[in-house]
């Protein structure tokens, strides 16, 4: 072994779990097998990409801040600089999702961060103070939240779905279980739209339910919620539109819905922080602290370019998806019409299997 050589073993642990493999692993899948159709990554479909639509989105943008009486110099800056570590675009997002979520929150709650996937490292990072800390998730879960919680050495609390999909009373037992092991229950991640990797989708009443219990228990909920805006049928209400009690911490992405591309997605952290010295702020200012030393701002070049996408749909994210959300409405149908031609009833009776669909649209097998 060379003297410089350094062992594995000597690295932080999460280095040598398999789960940090698994991003790398699927995105070079792909990249090595494009004819391939793969079911892991939820990797948008390339057919609706428009590779010159991206610099008219950069000029609407750059044309909007003219328009709203910025100089050529401050468009100049607004591109090319360093930039507001909490983004430059929150008031479009804060626009788009009072249009298209009925979520009404100031632009000051938000924080603009590269991809879903950052919002949830400044989250958990932020809540999570010591090892008696717990971070409940589904199970199975997203594997982006738990190479995060890898990273950062916590404890993730399973809490295992139902044959069914969603249960609340698992939710409840697992907060009672953790509390009983001496540990804090601080928050609960969940994708409550489609749930990858399950295709679970809440029910409004479990939503309300969910909510309910979470301010009973003084628990955070983590609200993921990448492909709602991108499946056939109506959405159900997002936790943070019904949220009355501050206790959804909401986490967005234009990866699914514009593209993975721009790496920009966004946390809704309106939660008041009071400090010792009795001064309060937000969560959110708390999220840009922690921003500030990993990615210090979300890239200028791909929020202006995810801004210009909103403005040009008024910011309704969902009307400027509906043909995706058709085409994948279609794929999902031919999925399941080929799943039940190679395996029939009789078939998935002697395997032990169960096709799952829920009406939102998504398949859990
Ligand atoms: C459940 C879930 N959350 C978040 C993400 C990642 O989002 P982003 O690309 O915005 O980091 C994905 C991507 O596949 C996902 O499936």
Redesign the pocket.
Known sequence: MESSALRKSELHPSISDPVLDTMNFLNEVTLRYPEAISFA??RPYDGFFQTEEVLAHLRRFLDHLADQGASPAQVRTAVYQYGPTAGQIREIIADSLRRDEGIDVPAESIVVTV????AMMLVVRALIRDPRDVLLVPSPC?V?ITGVARLLDVTLGPVPESPDGFSLENVAAAIRAQRAAGRRPRAFYL?PDH??PSGTTLSESDRAGLLHLAAKEDLLILE?T??RLVSPGEPVRTLKALDRRRSVVHLG???KTIF?GA?V?FAVADQTVVGDDGRTGLLADELSKIKSMVTVNTSSLSQAVVAGALLAAGGRVSELNAKAAGHYGDAMRRVLDRLADRLPAARRAELGARIRTDEAGTTGA
């Open positions: 990554p939820g991809g879903a996937q950052e997203y982006g994708v749930a990858n993921d990448p492909y992405s234009y990866s993975p790496r997605g």
